[in-house]
């Protein structure tokens, strides 16, 4: 008896320290979340306060100007972030959902070339955006002769999300029950319909998620666009994909470049704009995973 007593009396005591414990990580967890919220709110709060003077109609209907600060604007950057981010959900989202089908519902997870491909997509997601840079500008620039172009920057860009559009859409894929699979199949269903019907519905948040995370990377990157031999000032929008073209992210760098103080303030006043497109997105992709969560 009194061997069967002391795992009881230890369960007891470990279930009366527990709630303290519990309670203290809560909120240290808290805390944390409530610093990184402030931070984040008071960078906001100082680059809205900064920008205001210059969030008019000028700024986005004005091109950028290296002389006249007062009415120089950033409707070029605009336009070919546009470009670049609406190329990059083209190219980048539909074949890494492709791919993360396969690999999760066709391969062969014994063979070891899906071994590699996994392997090499797991390491291609840690690889800095710089060295996308240089591989646009050596292979896809130069030996494919695509020159300093929308569509060099689009490709260089999608390259960069594509592995993280992968893992997240895999992830998403196998978090669906397996019992969905089982149902349709038992029902007669072929394991395509049963993809494109149950499994791809059900996935759609987790994708959403992924998405939101590989498209929020790509539209503040400036590296790459640095090795593209992107322009900080075009006077001029793109008219297609061959076009030269800028970003907001490198339009943002060369105005807090320039010695004047005013190029200060419209600097704030394209992050602002910056921000609002990157929201913008995420809401799309947010009330999109939403619908899809309240079906599902």
Do not use: C
């Amino acid at each position: 008896m009194a061997l069967l007593s002391t795992p009881r009396s230890a369960v007891q005591l470990a279930s009366k320290g527990r709630p303290l414990k519990e309670h203290l990580f809560r909120v240290a967890l808290l805390s944390s979340l409530a610093i990184a919220l402030g931070f984040l709110a008071a960078l906001i709060f100082y680059v809205v306060q900064e920008g205001w003077p210059r969030l008019d109609s000028m700024l986005w209907e004005n091109q950028p100007s290296i002389r006249r600060p007062e009415t120089s604007g950033i409707q070029s950057s605009i336009l070919g972030t546009l470009w670049i981010i609406g190329l990059t959900i083209l190219m980048a989202l539909p074949t890494g959902i492709l791919a993360a089908i396969y690999l999760e519902e066709y391969a062969d997870k014994t063979k070891w070339y899906n071994r590699l491909i996994d392997l090499n997509i797991s390491n291609l997601a840690a690889v800095p955006s710089i060295v996308y840079g240089i591989l646009g500008l050596g292979i896809i620039a130069r030996w494919m002769s695509f020159g300093f172009t929308i569509m060099t920057g689009a490709i260089t860009i999608s390259l960069l999300v594509l592995p993280i559009v992968i893992i997240s859409a895999r992830e998403a894929i196998k978090a669906v029950p397996p019992s969905i699979r089982e149902g349709s199949l038992a029902l007669g269903a072929t394991q395509w319909q049963t993809i494109w019907r149950q499994v791809l519905p059900a996935s759609v948040p987790g994708i959403a998620t992924g998405s939101i995370l590989a498209l929020s990377r790509a539209i503040g990157e400036a590296a790459p666009f640095l090795m593209l031999g992107a322009a900080t000032f075009i006077r001029f929008n793109p008219e297609g994909v061959w076009s030269s073209f800028s970003v907001l992210p490198l339009q943002i760098y060369g105005f807090i470049t320039r010695p004047q103080a005013e190029y200060a303030v419209l600097a704030a006043a394209a992050i602002v704009i910056l921000l609002g497109i990157l929201l913008l997105m995420n809401s799309v992709a947010i009330w999109l995973r939403n619908r899809y969560q309240k079906r599902w």
